[in-house]
């Protein structure tokens, strides 16, 4: 009986102790723990403060990109808009014309072509394309007198070209009040030019573009 009271009291100290022992256990780790814990948050605050703060200044770098590309772009539409109208090629329908009669080399007709207002534009093709009429013997034949280079046109700049409705020393042809003129042979717009009177029209010729109106006199070399 003795002997197993004794086991007990035993199995009883032993108990006890390891109760002891991990409560101890749990009071030493507790403050060590919190304090790791408390050492691991404050990083990760610290991170997300960060990341917060790097988020403000990229946030606040894009609005400043927005900003100057909004401005840029904007800049861009206005010289654009200031642009209508230039650095074309002239259609005859960009132009205005007058025609006057002229007395040497037997007469012929003078064209002064000058761009509308607003308008800058090149006359890229050097000969006009000149008919009377809609038949083939009403078109001018091009005699290569005049300018070389293309011109450009805008303001009170102008270019001339010469006409001479008949180059036969026969009687007869047929007469026009009207001269047809465009800027190239494809040209969906040529003018019908009124002629300061009559003209009697048989093989006529036509020169090129130039702005000196002595290099565009008509005649068959």
Not at 67 to 90: F, L
Not at 151 to 171: C, E, F, M, R, W
Not at 185 to 211: G, M
């Amino acid at each position: 009986m003795r002997s197993r009271l004794a086991a007990r009291s035993a199995r009883l100290v032993l108990a006890a102790a390891a109760v002891t022992a991990l409560a101890a256990t749990t009071t030493a780790c507790g403050p060590e723990e919190l304090a790791d814990s408390g050492s691991s948050a404050a990083p990760s605050a610290a991170a997300s403060e960060g990341s917060d703060k790097s988020s403000g200044e990229k946030s606040s770098t894009g609005g400043s990109d927005s900003s100057d590309s909004s401005g840029s772009s904007d800049k861009g539409e206005s010289a654009d808009d200031g642009k209508s109208g230039y650095g074309q090629a002239c259609g005859t329908n960009d132009l205005d014309f007058t025609v006057t009669s002229e007395s040497q080399a037997g007469g012929y007709y003078l064209v002064t072509a000058k761009a509308k207002s607003g308008i800058t534009c090149t006359l890229e093709v050097n000969t006009p394309t000149v008919s009377f009429g809609s038949d083939a013997d009403g078109v001018a034949s091009p005699v290569g007198q005049g300018g070389e280079e293309p011109i450009k046109l805008t303001g009170s700049a102008v270019a001339y070209t010469g006409i001479n409705p008949k180059t036969t020393d026969i009687d007869g042809g047929v007469e026009f009040e009207n001269v047809i003129i465009g800027t190239t042979e494809d040209d969906p717009n040529p003018a019908e030019l009124k002629l300061p009177e009559p003209a009697t029209v048989d093989k006529p010729i036509v020169t090129n573009w130039s702005t000196n109106p002595s290099e565009t006199i008509p005649v068959i070399v």
